[in-house]
């Protein structure tokens, strides 16, 4: 194995041993190039996509911001997974040159497979899917991998892969209002002072300290989405997003979903789409 | 002597200017008025946007030493996309600092370009005012302007890898030659950030 991906054994030491479950966890070859490398990881029930990174580069949140794509997975090779896509764990912000951000992941990351696997009793299942995925540093490059993974028939004994895969899914942000300790997050569109149109987000009560919080949005159909603008209160966070339309040319519907994910709490909480309203809401500051 | 909470102001409104003349302005939206340029292709020809009053114009933003827009010409997409699009005009503005290392002299420039098929021409935007001015955010990124001049469509070129791609700027060029408006109008650009 390449000496260039020391770190995962420091990584695999610092996950939680205590998530290991009876279930065989398995991992298909490393696909390898001089930036990353990336594997099918999964069990009976789970799978996983595990990229491992050198330093410095990074592959993308499902919004990758202003560079770069989201891996894209592919398994119509494979009719035992049906409806196959990948859950984004919670991401961090790059910046990039002339004030430009993207949204990813460095040095190593599992992206959790949502799918319907087929069960096939008694005998091994042979998995195949086609990456397609880019990695970034200040240059990019896209990169297209054929994984393989082959799940045994029989549960052997407990394995690591198993217990990491049940990590990275334990980890994905937790749905708004899925605990009495996560705040309560509200959504409101306005006009700011000088006309131009402003989301607030603010997250009141919970019992979740913010180290040191960050808010992403997945792209939005009508609005670029500026930098968030964090304020801390005695009564919880409060963040405000410029919106800029993006389009002149059609009037702004009635009410718009936003999907948020709030990051830096002690654990990340994703709000599903919901809808906002913008119905009387006609101060538009137009570009300039 | 003016007033220190006047010089203060002054200089927080001097710094945020300063701060924004760098910084990719936000994205230019659909049905604005397509920023004006003038900008000269690898001969030295200077070329506006102004030359091409009342047709439809494609900009695409390039970098041959960009792997996803490489890509995209190996494969020929915008080449074919623009041959099937004879009404339209197609430019590509390269917005790649001199002193970056992507940066390509013309002569290099031409030859990736011939090797490519790429016969249209190829704009230099070194000091990415004009890749600022419209929000270019990767390469490639894609701009539709329509006769009138305005924005029609701001995007990606296709959906992306993968068998299932849809050619959005085929598609804005096709609904803007039969008098509709391109939809999707936005679509989120993809690939390698520009090298400003």
């Not at chain 1, 937790?174 to 306005?190: D, F, I, K, M």
């Not at chain 2, 031409?110 to 390469?139: C, H, M, N, Q, W």
Request: one cysteine or more.
């Amino acid at each position: 194995m390449s000496s260039r991906f020391r770190l995962r054994a420091g990584l695999a030491l610092a996950l939680p041993l205590a998530a290991a479950t009876s279930a065989l966890g398995v991992a298909g070859p490393w696909v390898e190039n001089a930036e990353a490398r990336a594997r099918l990881i999964g069990d009976a029930t789970a799978l996983g996509l595990e990229f491992e990174l050198q330093p410095g580069w990074h592959v993308y949140w499902r919004n990758s911001g202003d560079a770069g794509y989201a891996p894209r997975l592919d398994f119509s090779a494979t009719p035992a997974i049906q409806d196959a896509r990948l859950l984004f764990p919670a991401p961090r912000r790059f910046d990039l040159a002339a004030g430009m951000v993207s949204f990813g992941y460095e040095r190593a990351v599992i992206y959790p497979i949502a799918a319907t696997i087929a069960p096939a009793p008694g005998t091994a299942l042979d998995l195949s899917a086609r990456l397609d995925y880019l990695v970034c540093r200040d240059e990019c490059i896209p990169h297209r991998a054929d994984l393989t993974l082959t799940i045994p028939a029989k549960a052997a004994s407990a394995d690591p892969e198993s217990a990491r895969l049940a990590a990275a899914r334990a980890a994905l942000p937790l749905p708004a209002g899925a605990t009495p300790e996560a705040p309560r997050v509200s959504l409101r569109v306005s006009p700011a002072a000088d006309g131009a149109l402003e989301l607030e987000l603010s997250a009141t009560g919970g019992g979740w300290r913010a180290a040191a919080p960050d808010l992403f949005f997945d792209s939005h159909p009508l609005f670029a989405l500026g930098r968030p603008q964090f304020q801390a209160s005695k009564s919880g966070l409060r963040f405000l997003i410029r919106l800029q339309p993006l389009d002149l040319t059609r009037p702004l519907p009635a009410t718009t979903d936003f999907a948020w994910t709030v990051t830096g709490l002690e654990r990340s909480v994703a709000g599903a789409p919901a809808p906002v309203a913008l119905a009387g809401i006609t101060s538009v500051v137009l570009p300039r | 002597m003016p007033s220190p909470v006047r010089s203060l102001r002054f200089l927080v409104l001097l710094v945020a200017m300063l701060a924004s003349s760098r910084v990719v302005r936000a994205d230019l939206a659909v049905g604005a008025l397509a920023p004006a340029f003038e900008l000269t292709d690898l001969d030295g020809k200077p070329v506006t946007l102004a030359d091409f009053r009342g047709k439809t114009v494609v900009l695409e933003w390039i970098n041959p030493n960009c792997p996803v827009s490489r890509g995209y010409a190996d494969r020929k997409v915008m080449v074919r996309t623009a041959a099937a699009h004879p009404e339209a005009v197609w430019l590509a503005i390269n917005s790649t600092a001199r002193k970056h290392g992507d940066y390509l002299a013309a002569a290099e420039h031409k030859a990736y370009d011939v090797k490519r098929g790429i016969a249209y021409p190829v704009l230099y935007d070194t000091s990415g005012e004009v890749g600022r001015a419209y929000g270019a955010k990767t390469t490639p990124h894609m701009f539709v302007i329509d006769e009138s001049g305005k924005v029609a469509y701001n995007g990606a070129i296709d959906s992306g890898p993968g068998a299932t791609s849809t050619n959005y700027v085929d598609a804005a060029l096709t609904a803007l030659a039969n008098g509709k408006r391109p939809d999707p109008a936005v679509t989120q650009p993809m690939g390698c950030s520009v090298k400003y």
